[in-house]
């Protein structure tokens, strides 16, 4: 059981490069996350899902995209990458049956660099 | 203002020790408050749960305290171990229109020397 897989787990991008990561899991979940982690700022949400065909603003949604076209895959575009983008990103994915537990599970992270 | 605070910020301890890690939140209502363990270039991985009705949670080395009236968390680490050593983070489960959003603190950096 693969759990929660991020590709790429590294990129380096020039300022004004597009770019897609690919979050999936194999759990049949009904919710998926993105979220970027900053030095001293913890776990930021940038948009989230609650199910197939369904995409959300979080906190810091300025600059990304995401699509959920099928309900195990979760993407997260950056159409034209700026420097204060990079970052290492998590997605994650929870139950939506599972209100009052709700664990979230986590990928290994993607480091995003762009110069 | 962050809904979620954590303190401290960081902590050093000798390997054996016990520590004690706090949270304090103000977001509502609130469905539940996770812990979470990020080992470094790591995910983070849940450790315990709590409800609004629980007090204390245990598992393993980890137990955790919850008082709902005062919206305060705290995790002990019992006879600590180097693998303790990552961030730890406090997670609580907030209404938002009809889903439930994680809102999460900026975490407690521990390291644990031998």
């Known amino acids: 059981n693969a759990g929660v897989t991020q590709t790429p787990k590294f990129r380096v991008l020039k300022t004004g490069q597009s770019m897609t990561l690919l979050c999936a899991q194999d759990m049949n979940h009904e919710y998926m996350y993105w979220y970027r982690q900053d030095p001293g700022m913890g776990l930021r949400l940038i948009h989230y899902s609650v199910g197939e065909g369904t995409t959300a603003k979080g906190e810091v949604p300025d600059g990304y995209n995401v699509s959920r076209l099928k309900k195990q895959n979760f993407l997260l575009g950056l159409e034209s990458a700026a420097p204060s983008q990079t970052s290492v990103y998590f997605c994650?994915?929870?139950?939506?049956?599972?209100?009052?537990?709700?664990?979230?599970?986590f990928g290994e992270g993607s480091r995003l660099t762009v110069l | 203002k962050n809904q979620v605070e954590q303190s401290p910020q960081s902590l050093i301890i000798l390997e054996g020790k016990n520590c004690t890690l706090q949270?304090?939140?103000?977001?509502?209502?609130?469905?539940?408050l996770r812990w979470y363990k990020q080992d470094t270039g790591r995910g983070p991985v849940s450790l315990t749960i709590?409800?609004?009705?629980?007090n204390t949670k245990s598992n393993g080395r980890y137990t955790a305290t919850l008082d709902a009236d005062t919206k305060q968390s705290s995790l002990h680490i019992t006879a600590s171990q180097l693998s303790d050593s990552a961030s730890y983070i406090c997670?609580?489960?907030?209404?938002?229109?009809?889903?439930?959003?994680?809102?999460f603190g900026r975490g407690t950096s521990l390291i644990v020397h031998p």
């Open positions: 949270c304090n939140y103000t977001v509502s209502p609130f469905s539940n």
């Open positions: 994650a994915s929870s139950q939506h049956r599972d209100i009052n537990t709700g664990e979230l599970f």
């Open positions: 997670v609580v489960k907030v209404r938002s229109g009809g889903s439930y959003i994680p809102t």
């Open positions: 709590m409800t609004f009705s629980e």
